[in-house]
């Protein structure tokens, strides 16, 4: 069966960086983009990014560009998210999801969250 | 960036009920959204994809409709396991996704 384990909660000073992981199993890890999504406290999810385990393009979200940097490494089926010089308001629970994507009847290219990791929380306080 | 909004932000229901939350996105987006459930303390879930696709081992009382700007997510009646936070999520722009602000959806 297909999951996504992440890596455990971290506690950083405001500047320090940060780097969470995802691990997956049960699927062809190269078939598949990983997502990154947030949840602050009180607050909606927020998307990331995504990177593609085939080939490593990605991209990111404007609010975070120049401090996210989203990895993976195909030899241990592992998604890797870096925040830089993070902030108090970089606190949140931070979410890989699996990109399941597919094209429709009509041939559009749709797609869909399909599996969850389950949330790293990372709390940023001096 | 497709911006998508939420309505409403947060809905009081009870047990039986029927329920409609909307989304709308500022452009035509077709049927390229999601929708997802979210309870505290676990990883969100996804309910329809495809606008009005119910992802396999959702219960049928969910349901999805709509296609260009305005979509629906209809809970038939409601259960108390149903009482979460649901968001809605454009995959028509390519390649930024984006969620709407979430509805939560109390007793």
């Known amino acids: 069966q297909v999951q996504l384990v992440q890596s455990g909660a971290e506690v950083k000073k405001p500047g320090a960086s940060v780097k969470v992981s995802c691990k997956a199993s049960?699927?062809?890890?190269?078939?598949?983009?990983i997502t990154w999504v947030r949840q602050a406290p009180g607050q909606g999810l927020e998307w990331i990014g995504w990177?593609?385990?085939?080939?490593?393009?990605?991209n990111y979200a404007q609010r975070l560009q120049g401090r996210v940097t989203m990895t993976t490494d195909t030899s241990t089926n592992t998604a890797y998210m870096e925040v830089r010089n993070l902030r108090s308001d970089d606190t949140a629970v931070y979410y890989c999801?699996?990109?399941?994507?597919?094209?429709?009847?009509?041939?559009?290219?749709?797609?869909?969250?399909?599996?969850w990791g389950q949330g790293t929380l990372v709390t940023v306080s001096s | 960036d497709v911006q998508m909004t939420q309505s409403p932000s947060s809905l009081s229901a009870s047990v039986g009920d029927r329920v409609n939350i909307t989304c709308r996105a500022s452009?035509?987006?077709?049927?390229?959204l999601n929708w997802y459930q979210h309870k505290p303390g676990t990883a969100p879930k996804v309910l329809i994809y495809?606008?009005?696709t119910l992802q396999s081992g959702v219960p049928s009382r969910f349901s999805g409709s709509g296609s260009g700007t305005e979509f629906t997510l209809t809970i038939s009646s409601l259960q108390r396991e149903d009482f979460a936070s649901y968001y809605c999520?454009?995959?028509?722009?390519?390649?930024?996704?984006?969620f709407g602000q979430g509805t939560k959806l109390e007793i």
């Open positions: 049960g699927y062809r890890f190269t078939r598949n983009d």
């Open positions: 990177i593609s385990a085939f080939n490593g393009n990605t």
């Open positions: 452009q035509d987006i077709s049927n390229a």
């Open positions: 999801a699996r990109r399941f994507s597919y094209y429709d009847s009509r041939g559009f290219y749709l797609y869909y969250l399909d599996f």
């Open positions: 999520q454009q995959s028509y722009s390519v390649p930024r996704d984006t």
């Open positions: 495809g606008a009005s």
